[in-house]
């Protein structure tokens, strides 16, 4: 098993660092393609990798059984993937880092609310978030308001049951 998960670590470095190559050579290209395409070509590398390191890297003592070290390997590779871009789009669309940034950029007297407001208009991202719910079906235009769909009501009433069954807050609770 300790094949596949070191194969697994060696290749995530290594097309999480094309994709970087990527963004930096191709500017403003689909983020999410040029992951799944760096990710989709470090498969067929991480499996001769992990073959290679279950044949040559380990005494005949230590070697992992083949089959469970494959399929443990696989998995964290998977999962490597996953939070990878997880983490990405995090960091890229993060209005809260986006706003440190501004401020830091500031120089040593900060930026003031205007300033903030003036670089980061949030209306956009509204906008884009009701187009989105709307393509995606929660959401449809009457002409003078916007509506639940069945999907979009059965979302929004189990957003409110496990809020209320965690005590949790929605963002604009913990906002105010």
Known sequence: MLTGIISSLMCTLLWGTAALAVFH???????????????AGSVPLWLVLALAINRFA?????SDPLVPGLFIGFVTHVLLFLFVVEGYYHVDRSVTLAILETVLRGGPNGATGTEIRARHEISYIIEDRVNTLQENGYLVNNGRSLELTHKGTAVAITTLFSTGLFRSQLQKDRVE
Do not use: D
């Open 25 to 39: 050579i191709a500017g403003k290209s689909p983020r999410f393609r040029v992951m799944m395409c760096c990710f």
């Open 58 to 62: 380990f005494p005949s003592t230590w």
